[in-house]
């Protein structure tokens, strides 16, 4: 099952409510939604794939994915956060196959070793069987303060070849000294927020632990194939209230949770300077993108996408350029993750025609 309704509000101007970076080609000829299912397609065939998706994206999805059965495209009327779409998932894969095994991923993550990546979800698949709630964690590089963490404590053993963990803790996003020390542990996993567990497993825990969630999935679940589904899904979504995560509502609390550490050169895409790293650069470190032409004289580290405008700049270093028209975007590379400020701001000024 794969998430793909977020708008990706810090790839702003670029990524919006009416082209979100899910469904744009950011690092190639295929947009990111096409590219995880890339990914997985040799492990698990197309008509065991799902999408959980903002209704308004529905049919760009049906149309990226030709070969993912329209009904495995899923639409929820708003967003309420990854838990009810999770367990909205769920509820469909349990009525196909109740002791499926299901595994969560993201659209809009980039992993540069697939193969690797396919492993470790095979380690997870088999933990999970087990009855496990399982974290695809990932070996850290640095000390990310803008990532959730994952304590590991006592070895569960190898899973084709991939040794898993019992999870003693997830942490939310550190500060740099508490992130270091995870560092230099080597104890501590990052959350890449990919996860596996068995449908009637997660249910449950949600049964637990989400009481008043479940309640309503429920409902929406027991008229899945009825011709009330549609109706129901609509009324009973509008009773939910607020936005959960999978992460603090379910994982942070469970009992029975692994982790399976992999090392696949993952990033979740979640500012402009991430995305720049994994572009190529010239020997400046310029990178220029888009339809637009440009031009640069003595700039290093600096990033351009044009889609129409000449652009030419001079004597610049560490600058994210971003040109779409109807929005220019001009920031500093260290400050790429408070694109979101300004995001919050259009919003409190009511700009819908810029978001």
């Not at 190898?158 to 003693?168: L, S």
């Not at 501590?188 to 309503?216: A, C, M």
């Not at 999935?217 to 509008?238: D, F, K, M, N, S």
């Amino acid at each position: 099952m794969i998430l793909a309704g977020g708008v990706g509000t810090r790839l702003w101007p670029l990524s919006r409510r009416g082209t979100p970076k899910q469904l744009l080609e950011l690092l190639g000829e295929r947009t990111m939604l096409q590219a995880t299912v890339d990914r997985i397609a040799p492990m698990i065939p197309l008509e065991r794939v799902y999408v959980m998706t903002n209704a308004e994206y529905v049919e760009q999805a049906r149309a990226q994915l030709p070969n993912v059965p329209p009904k495995n495209i899923i639409g929820e009327p708003t967003p309420r956060g990854t838990a009810p779409a999770v367990g909205l998932a769920a509820w469909h894969i349990q009525t196909r196959d109740p002791k499926a095994v299901m595994l969560s991923l993201h659209a809009d993550h980039h992993i540069a070793d697939p193969e690797g990546f396919r492993q470790a979800l095979g380690a997870a698949i088999d933990v999970a069987r087990e009855g496990w709630l399982v974290n695809l964690g990932v070996r850290p590089t640095y000390a990310a303060t803008g990532l959730g963490w994952v304590e590991m404590d006592s070895s569960l053993g190898k899973f084709r070849g991939v040794e898993a963990w019992r999870v003693k803790r997830f942490v939310e996003k550190p500060d740099i000294e508490r992130a270091e020390h995870f560092l230099e542990s080597g104890r501590y996993l990052w959350n890449s927020g990919i996860f596996g567990w068995r449908v009637d497993v997660i249910l449950k825990v949600f049964e637990r632990l989400l009481p008043s969630i479940s309640e309503r999935l429920a409902q929406i679940g027991a008229a899945l194939g009825t011709p009330e589904a549609e109706a129901t899904l609509r009324e009973v979504w509008a009773t939910l209230r607020g936005e959960t995560t999978i992460d603090r509502g379910i994982m942070e609390h469970a009992a029975q949770v692994a982790t399976v550490p992999m090392d696949v050169g993952w990033d979740d895409v979640g500012s402009w300077s991430s995305l720049i790293a994994l572009m190529p650069a010239d020997a400046s470190g310029n990178t220029v993108r888009g339809a637009g032409d440009s031009i640069l004289v003595d700039c290093e580290r600096v990033f351009i996408l044009s889609e129409e405008k000449f652009i030419a700049a001079i004597g610049l270093s560490d600058l994210v350029v971003v040109d779409v028209g109807d929005a220019l975007l001009i920031c500093h590379r260290d400050r790429a993750q408070d694109v979101k400020r300004i995001v919050s701001q259009l919003q409190a000024q009511g700009r819908h025609d810029l978001l």
